[in-house]
């Protein structure tokens, strides 16, 4: 029988599963949030999924993408890195080809007239009025300069359902017969992230110390400056230890899902199939406007 404590110790756990895996990170440094949506899965013998969506644009990767995060007891098909699971994956709504043509760095080209969303030939604007009218202050860090995420904003008003996840895309790790029940545009969220600090004895540090000081003097030659003595080296790197520690308590206590009364609800709605426990009571702020540190790096 499905337990709400064990869909919730799942979710809390997925910062915990791997270098590669964490929750949903709506104010991701390296991209600028567009848009949201939590998919709920339900199926037999106790099985649940969740398929989070996060449309963002990631200046360094050149490129608008759709990532989907994945949390459940039977997922399928997961990505791999470096030999170890991930629990998501990026896909591209917008052709890359049509992007690149019409984005000089991070704005749209002055002559920009349309991106292929899946498919499908959409106009963009260059009218300020109209980004305002949307709810869009442009940043207009150049006198009419308007940024890729800003445009994609305006487009997700005009063609929210061209930027969303296809049912098979959802499905790439869920399986097939799991029935959505639930879908979230809005939300209220907090961002759980952890320092991943694995465990260094202290021989793995000394090794770690003298490789270090090798290379220093390699480098440098053996006149340099003298490289820093072990013990203070051992001392620094264990108060960053420490101080990395509190940090993840903090977000344990503070932001972990099970904390807040969001995630309470999606696992009641799961264990019980009846969506009617979903009545949330906190305003949602997953809204792109509520987290403008995201693409912030």
């Not at 030999?83 to 994956?89: E, H, K, L, S």
């Not at 992230?193 to 000081?213: A, G, K, W």
Request: contains cysteine.
């Amino acid at each position: 029988m499905l337990k709400e404590k064990d869909i919730l110790t799942n979710l809390d756990n997925s910062v915990k599963q791997g270098y590669y895996c964490s929750f949903i990170d709506l104010g991701h440094a390296y991209s600028y949030l567009i848009d949201s949506r939590l998919n709920i899965f339900r199926g037999d013998n106790d099985r649940w999924a969740i398929a989070a969506e996060r449309l963002g644009f990631n200046p360094r990767g050149g490129a608008i993408l759709l990532d989907i995060y994945y949390f459940g007891d039977c997922l399928i098909n997961l990505e791999h890195y470096n030999g170890q699971d991930t629990n998501w994956y990026s896909v591209s709504p917008i052709d890359l080809d049509s992007f690149v043509a019409t984005v000089d760095g991070e704005v749209l080209k002055p002559e920009a007239k349309y991106w292929i969303v899946r498919g499908e030939k959409v106009e963009l604007s260059h009218d300020k009025k109209e980004y305002l009218n949307a709810g869009i202050e442009l940043k207009e860090y150049e006198p009419s300069e308007i940024s890729a995420e800003e445009a994609c904003r305006l487009l997700v008003t005009k063609h929210r359902d061209l930027f969303r996840a296809t049912d098979e895309e959802l499905h790439k790790s869920i399986p097939p017969d799991l029935k959505k029940i639930l879908v979230i545009d809005e939300w209220y969220h907090r961002d759980y992230v952890e320092i991943s600090q694995p465990v260094i004895s202290d021989d793995h540090l000394r090794y770690t110390y003298e490789f270090n000081r090798d290379n220093y003097y390699s480098l440098k030659g053996q006149d340099a400056e003298p490289f820093v003595d072990y013990e203070s080296f051992a001392k620094m790197f264990r108060k960053g230890e420490q101080q990395n520690a509190i940090i993840n308590q903090k977000q344990w206590e503070k932001n972990r899902p099970s904390s807040y009364q969001t995630w309470k609800q999606i696992a009641k709605v799961i264990a019980t199939g009846d969506t009617s426990h979903y009545k949330p009571t906190l305003k949602p702020n997953s809204h792109w406007k509520h987290w403008p540190d995201s693409g912030s790096l």
